[in-house]
């Protein structure tokens, strides 16, 4: 450990967590009838509260709040935002009891903790141990509780319309390296057109699903060959998957019609309108060759790649933070998952993913390791007095 002095009660920090992991909080459109955030984000405002933030829960959707917090600046310094979101994935498929977190070998184990209440944890300990300190900071400190990151992030969209911060961390689990990338996404669905006819009659029909089969040749060519040529160093190359496919009537029938989705992953560089290209060009190469391919592509929903420069100052007091709670030269890294951060470096606001160290985000098995969490949280107590200023340096 570093020398740097905080005010992080570790204990208290894990007690906060298993409080979180025990509130159900599934995302209800990923999974019908699950319960959201309504419950989660009273207990993150009532925290917010008693240690005494400006607090209030915004409701984005029924039954989908986010809980937001600010601690107001006592001077004209930077603003710093904490973000954190409180769904979760499914819990059906879970091995140990998902809402009854267990410690095991320093690591404990439930739905979220993990993706991401581990980094909720933090973050609000966080901002409790700066409290407790004393410090006054200059600029504000926002610290948001988010709902739908899971799905569509409506949360964290609401929130960029109503608050600004002159840099924001979102506390998704990075084994504590500063996450300055990752890969976004778009989806596209494909048509193909045929002709419906007698399957004993090869003159009339036209068969959809042989001509997608051309559009899904071209796909995998794609993917294998000319995406790898492009790299980016944190995240490496962009990819291209097929998702679903339907088409065909009956046995005895031509199929006239064939829907195939795609999936398009971006690295940071990339913009919608380069993905519109390619797949034009595609499509284009297939008709040029054969005059009976009749088909269309449109791009349904994208989120795009994100990388800001670990020269941002953000960057550079977290990387201090880092060294001095840690004793250890973090790594400026980027992830093939989406996160939250986009949104917020896409309104103008610098922002990384920092937090803690764990496995099993979405899977059956999920754990977050403890030390890390407190660690963490020492970190961003740190990083909010740098990051805000202080009146007094403390
Ligand atoms: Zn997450």
Redesign the pocket.
């Known amino acids: 450990m570093g020398t740097a002095k905080t005010h992080v009660d570790g204990r208290e920090t894990v007690e906060l967590l298993k409080g979180l992991v025990r509130i159900n909080s599934v995302n209800p459109s990923l999974v019908e009838g699950a319960p959201g955030e309504a419950e989660i984000a009273e207990f993150v405002a009532e925290y917010m509260r008693e240690i005494g933030l400006e607090t209030r829960i915004e409701e984005v959707e029924p039954g989908r709040p986010n809980a937001v917090g600010i601690l107001k600046g006592a001077g004209d310094g930077p603003a710093l935002m904490l973000n954190g979101?409180l769904d979760t994935v499914g819990i059906g498929y879970m091995e140990i009891d998902p809402l009854d977190p267990v410690v095991k070998d320093g690591r404990l184990y439930g739905r979220g903790t993990n993706?991401?209440k581990g980094g909720l944890a933090a973050i609000l300990s966080a901002t409790k141990a700066l409290i407790d300190s004393g410090v006054e900071l200059k600029g504000d400190l926002v610290v948001a509780g988010v709902c739908d990151?899971?799905y569509a992030s409506i949360g964290t969209e609401r929130l960029m319309d109503e608050v600004t911060a002159d840099a924001a961390i979102v506390g998704?689990p990075t084994g504590l390296q500063i996450q300055v990338a990752h890969k976004g996404f778009a989806w596209i669905d494909v048509e193909t057109r045929g002709v419906a006819a007698h399957g004993s009659r090869p003159d009339e029909g036209v068969d959809a699903i042989a001509k997608m089969g051309k559009v899904l040749i071209e796909i995998e060519r794609l993917g294998d060959v000319d995406l790898k040529r492009k790299r980016h160093r944190l995240v490496g190359s962009p990819s291209i998957h097929a998702s679903t496919i339907q088409g065909g009537r009956e046995l005895s029938t031509y199929p006239d019609y064939c829907k195939l989705q795609v999936e398009r992953r971006m690295i940071p560089g990339e913009e919608d309108s380069d993905i519109e290209a390619e797949m034009s060009s595609l499509m284009t190469s297939i008709t040029a060759e054969d005059p009976k391919f009749q088909g269309g592509h449109r791009i349904t929903f994208v989120r795009g790649p994100m990388e800001i420069s670990p020269e941002e100052e953000i960057c550079q007091v977290l990387r201090g933070c880092v060294l001095d709670v840690s004793d250890r030269e973090p790594q400026f890294i980027g992830s093939s998952g989406w996160?939250d951060t986009q949104i917020i470096w896409k309104n103008g606001t610098p922002s990384v993913a920092f937090g803690p160290r764990g496995a099993g985000?979405h899977a059956a098995v999920e754990f977050v390791e403890l030390n890390s969490v407190v660690e963490a949280a020492k970190i961003l107590e740190l990083a909010a007095v740098r990051f805000c200023g202080t009146e007094s340096p403390s």
């Open positions: 979101h993706d991401m990151e899971e998704e996160l985000s």
